[in-house]
Nanobody, 120 residues
Framework: QVQVAESGGGLVQAGGSLRLSCTAV????????GGWYRQGPGSQREWLAS???????AYADSVKGRFAISRDAAKNTLSLQMNNLKPEDTDEYFC??????????????WGQGTQVTVSS
């Protein structure tokens, strides 16, 4: 089963930074586009940022100016740089990488999530 894995979560003080990464577990597909989401217990998954294969990016208002999504083709990685973190950013963070297969529609490959906790 195609999988991606997130890493880089942890505990940080308010105002601090973290960098999340998302890689293909078996390195069996190229991560050219995708997005980051977060979800807390009992809440809906919130879209945070996306990047297209052409490098265009988009952000939710809640993170615009603080978070930056990027991709590294050489490392086959999707990243989320998070700066000026706030306690309300505490959540489980997920990446969804778009997988392309010849003759099939694009599909999202989701990771298991990584916890980010911001202390006040």
């Amino acid at each position: 089963q195609v999988q991606v894995a997130e890493s880089g979560g942890g505990l940080v003080q308010a105002g601090g930074s973290l960098r999340l990464s998302c890689t293909a577990v078996e390195n069996d597909f190229s991560i050219n586009s995708g997005g980051w989401y977060r979800q807390g217990p009992g809440s809906q998954r919130e879209w945070l940022a996306s990047i297209t294969s052409g490098g265009a990016t988009a952000y939710a208002d809640s993170v615009k100016g603080r978070f930056a999504i990027s991709r590294d083709a050489a490392k086959n990685t999707l990243s989320l740089q998070m700066n000026n973190l706030k306690p309300e950013d505490t959540d489980e963070y997920f990446c969804a990488a778009v997988r392309l297969r010849l003759g099939l529609p694009p599909s999202d490959v989701w990771g298991q999530g990584t916890q980010v906790t911001v202390s006040s």
